[in-house]
């Protein structure tokens, strides 16, 4: 399995990735790899996370078990990143993140930067040339949507990989239009 953490490998050749962004269904992307914005327990849960593995079928939950039992008994640690199938999907694989809670009165901003940055590393070493993100962190974690925009185009063009493209999947009008605003020129 691709995993990565804080620590980076730096990748000769790397180059910053065409973004787009689509208002849509992550589950339905023809792309290399879909980011998943996981729980620490890695074994399902609500929003993107739950709809990946309903639709993905059982393959990833048996893989997620596997790196429960072998690398993350405690689960995967916020900002980390891990690779399994995809399963029934149109990807090839899932790259599954733990996104961090919003709070006010704590700046967990690099764990939301990490989760992007690390999921780019994976998917680097998996060959991916394109990699799907969903708005992390927004749903359940409540981290503002307008601000995980910014984080996230800041993180994806400034960090070096191989990938092709960054397509931000954004499931409703709202985090669509966010994204969108982020990446006008002027922004970043």
């Known amino acids: ?3 990565f953490g804080a620590a980076r490998q730096y990748v000769r050749g790397c180059h910053t990735p065409t973004i787009t962004f689509v208002q849509g269904d992550i589950t ?8 998943n914005a996981a729980n620490h327990s890695l074994l399902g849960g609500g929003g993107v996370d739950g709809a ?3 639709k993905g079928g059982p393959a990833i939950l048996a893989e997620c078990q596997k790196l429960r039992q072998e690398e993350y008994p405690d689960g995967l640690p916020t900002g980390q990143a891990v690779a399994t199938t995809a399963g029934k999907l149109k990807a090839r694989w899932v790259i599954h993140t733990v996104g961090p809670t919003y709070a006010q009165s704590k700046d967990k901003s690099p764990l939301l930067a990490d989760c992007f940055r690390n999921s780019l590393a994976v998917a680097d070493e998996l060959g991916a040339a394109t990699v799907a993100f969903p708005a992390i962190s927004t749903g359940v974690y409540r981290w503002p949507v307008d601000d995980a925009a910014r984080i996230a185009l800041e993180t994806v063009r400034t960090v070096d990989t191989q990938a092709a493209e960054v397509r931000f999947v954004l499931f409703d009008r709202r985090a669509y239009d966010a994204f969108r605003a982020q990446a006008a020129p002027g922004k970043g």
Request: glycine share 0%.
């Open 1 to 3: 399995m691709a995993r």
């Open 52 to 54: 990946i593995h309903r």
């Open 28 to 35: 339905e992307q023809d792309v290399d790899a879909i980011v």
